[in-house]
Each structure stands twice: as structure tokens, then as C-alpha cells.
């Protein structure tokens, strides 16, 4: 199984910043990654796939990179309705699997 | 605008089968996988499994001796059943469309959870 690592687990900010989340691989996934934004009492949400391509309908300050085993979500110029909890997900193989997840809140 | 929902008892007792329905609406099934992810409280992400419309099936491998999926096409309808189940999988349950979202070329695709059920909270307790 491949296993997907995010770094930090959680983070503060203040809207307005530049917020940075990375998500390792346990093995090259080329870019066969995706982005989830969950709000609490809701189902996660598809925010990037293929590990740059923005989903329809997400603000263009959400932006992805990265290939092989090394990813980052940014968000430029965090909003008050970001604040929330990001997973990253590796589509290459099943089993599926998600990172441990990063909950950005208030500074 | 497809809508899947979940369905099925909140409690179960423990050591008994949990049984979930995955109703899809706005459209008939196609081809593309349904997923089960659950998710207990304060935790993260956990994918159970996933089932295509065609009926094959791809299991986690810590569940998949107690996990069984399926598909009515002629009702709209994926079914989870969880065996002998713990408390540990108490557990807000997700089923999540999987479908191609983009060409890769030589016939690959980029698959993405593109949409969601609400969740149903399954609480295993006597």
C-alpha cells in the first residue's frame, strides 16, 4: 500500500496569508494526486486532481504542485470560509489512500 | 447534479453486521467506481473500499475479511456490509463517487472523488 504523509498536522493563520501544505508519498505516484477541503459536519470536497488541475468551481487562490512523491497545496491569500481541514490522496493504485490530514485554524 | 445518500441504522451491537445503502439520484449509474471512506470522530480519512458499476471491487486490506460491497443497478443503489463490528468502527460513514476527470494519454485517466453523500453516523455499542 502506498502511504501519504502530510506536514504540519495543523496550522495557524491569519486571513490574508499564504498558507503551504506538503503531502509525501511512500513511493512515486508521478501525479496521480488529489486535494480535499473538509469543513467540519460536512463531506469533504474535491479542491485539486492530478495534482495541479484546479476542480470547476474552486477559487484560483487554491493551487497545487509536485510530482513523484513530493506535493504542496497553497492557498495565497487565505479566506475566512478556508479555514478547514485538507487531505491529500493518492489515485496511482488500490488500495486508496489519504494523509492524516491538516487542520489550518485562526491565529 | 447527481446526489448520492446514505442509508441504514445508526446503532449497531457489537459483533453483529452493519449494513449501508448508497442511494444515487440526479442520474442513472454509469460507469465509475463508488467508494466507502468512514471517518471517527476526530480523526481522519479512512477508505474502506471501492466498488465499479461493472461490480468489481477493491478492498482495504485491514477490512476486507469483514467488508462486502454491491451494486443494483436496476435501483440506483450501492450496499456496505461491515462484519462483526467493535466499537472502533464507530464511525461517520461516506459513500464518494470516483470517476475519470481527466485524460492522462495511452488510455489512462486522472480519477477524483468528485462527489459526496452528507455521512451517516454509525455508533457500535450494546
Known amino acids: 500500500d502506498i502511504q501519504m504523509t502530510q506536514s504540519p498536522s495543523s496550522l495557524s493563520a491569519s486571513v490574508g496569508d499564504r498558507v503551504t501544505i506538503t503531502c509525501r508519498a511512500s513511493?512515486?505516484?508521478?501525479?496521480?494526486l488529489n486535494w480535499y477541503q473538509e469543513k467540519p459536519g460536512k463531506a469533504p470536497n474535491l479542491l485539486i486532481y492530478?495534482?495541479?488541475s484546479l476542480q470547476s468551481g474552486v477559487p484560483s487562490r487554491f493551487s497545487g504542485s509536485g510530482s513523484g512523491t513530493d506535493f504542496t497545496l497553497t492557498i495565497s491569500g487565505l479566506q475566512p470560509e478556508d479555514f478547514a481541514t485538507y487531505y491529500c490522496?493518492?489515485?496511482?493504485?488500490?488500495?486508496?489512500?489519504f494523509g492524516q490530514g491538516t487542520k489550518v485554524d485562526v491565529k | 447534479q447527481v446526489q448520492l445518500q446514505e442509508s441504514g441504522p445508526g446503532l449497531v451491537m457489537p459483533s453483529e453486521t452493519l449494513s449501508l445503502t448508497c442511494t444515487v439520484s440526479?442520474?442513472?449509474?454509469?460507469?465509475?467506481?463508488l467508494n466507502w471512506i468512514r471517518q471517527p470522530a476526530g480523526k481522519g480519512l479512512e477508505w474502506i473500499g471501492r466498488?465499479?458499476?461493472?461490480?468489481?471491487?477493491n478492498y482495504n486490506p485491514s477490512l476486507k475479511s469483514r467488508v462486502t460491497m454491491s451494486v443494483d443497478t436496476s435501483k440506483n443503489q450501492f450496499s456496505l456490509k461491515l462484519s462483526s463490528v467493535t466499537a472502533a468502527d464507530t464511525a461517520v460513514y461516506y459513500c464518494?463517487?470516483?470517476?475519470?476527470?481527466?485524460?492522462?494519454?495511452?488510455?489512462?485517466?486522472?480519477?477524483?472523488?468528485?462527489?459526496w453523500g452528507h455521512g451517516t453516523t454509525v455508533t457500535v455499542s450494546s
Open positions: 464518494a463517487r470516483e470517476q475519470r476527470i481527466a485524460p492522462v494519454g495511452n488510455g489512462y485517466y486522472y480519477y477524483g472523488m468528485d462527489v
Open positions: 440526479g442520474d442513472s449509474i454509469n460507469t465509475y467506481y
Open positions: 466498488i465499479h458499476t461493472s461490480g468489481s471491487t
Open positions: 513511493q512515486s505516484i508521478s501525479s496521480y
Open positions: 492530478a495534482a495541479s
Open positions: 490522496q493518492q489515485s496511482y493504485s488500490a488500495p486508496r489512500t
